[in-house]
């Protein structure tokens, strides 16, 4: 069994997207469960308005439904303080934290990696604005340039993930261009392997 952690500093950083997603490039490897416990629900909300090709459980049910699972993908809340990071990092194979590519997100993933330490983790470039900009590229070297572990692969911003969203479905399901943004997740999903040993 194998535990993918998805947190982030603070909202609207992609992090439900970036669960849901990676829970589904895995439901093709095996037996995939998401523990909703972000207080929002985002995941279980999508899983309810159509079908996604892995179980979705809220944290107060994941002890009945997570043993004999291949992955376990935990969507955590918002705003982790740093002991409860170093708790996230040290119950999971690997501590994924989506962040934008601004300026203001910059600071608080310098301190989360300070606060990690040596623990399995990646940041994830999401919502990245498409080409010409050059923001994502920036803030990977940036991060990179200070230490901090990060996926080459970036989330691209895209109307689709919002579709993807309101028919309850993963974007993989989507068709034309609505689809582009699961060339990303799948990209993603070959890092992450790697990550994890597998």
Same mark, same amino acid.
């Given at each position: ?65 997570v043993q004999g699972r291949d992955f376990i993908v935990i969507d955590? &809340? ?5 002991? /409860? +990071?170093? $708790? ?5 194979? %690997?501590? =994924?934290? #989506? ?8 600071? &608080? ?5 300070? /606060? +990690?330490? $040596? ?5 994830? %470039?999401? =919502?990245? #604005? ?24 970036m989330i691209r911003r895209t109307a689709g993930f919002q579709k ?35």
């Open positions: 069994m194998k535990i993918l952690t998805i947190t982030g500093y603070k909202g609207g950083c992609g992090k439900s997207v970036t669960a849901i997603h990676v829970a589904t490039y895995l439901s093709a490897l095996g037996d995939v469960v998401l523990v909703d416990s972000d207080p929002n629900r985002t995941s279980l909300s999508w899983a309810n308005r159509g079908q996604l090709p892995f179980t979705v459980v809220d944290e107060r049910k994941a002890m009945k439904v955590t &809340p918002a705003r982790p303080d740093s002991s /409860d +990071l170093k $708790e996230l990092a040290e119950g999971c194979d %690997l501590l =994924i934290l #989506p962040t934008l590519p601004d300026i203001v997100s910059l600071e &608080p993933m310098l301190q989360t990696a300070h /606060d +990690l330490g $040596e623990a399995n983790y990646r940041a994830l %470039l999401t =919502i990245v #604005p498409p080409k010409p900009s050059r923001e994502g590229e920036a803030m990977r070297e940036e991060l990179r340039s200070n230490g901090v572990p990060v996926f080459s692969t993807a969203a309101l028919a309850g479905f993963p974007i993989r399901d989507l068709t034309g261009r609505d689809r582009m943004g699961w060339l990303d997740y799948d990209s993603l999903g070959s890092e992450i392997l790697e990550a994890i040993g597998r």
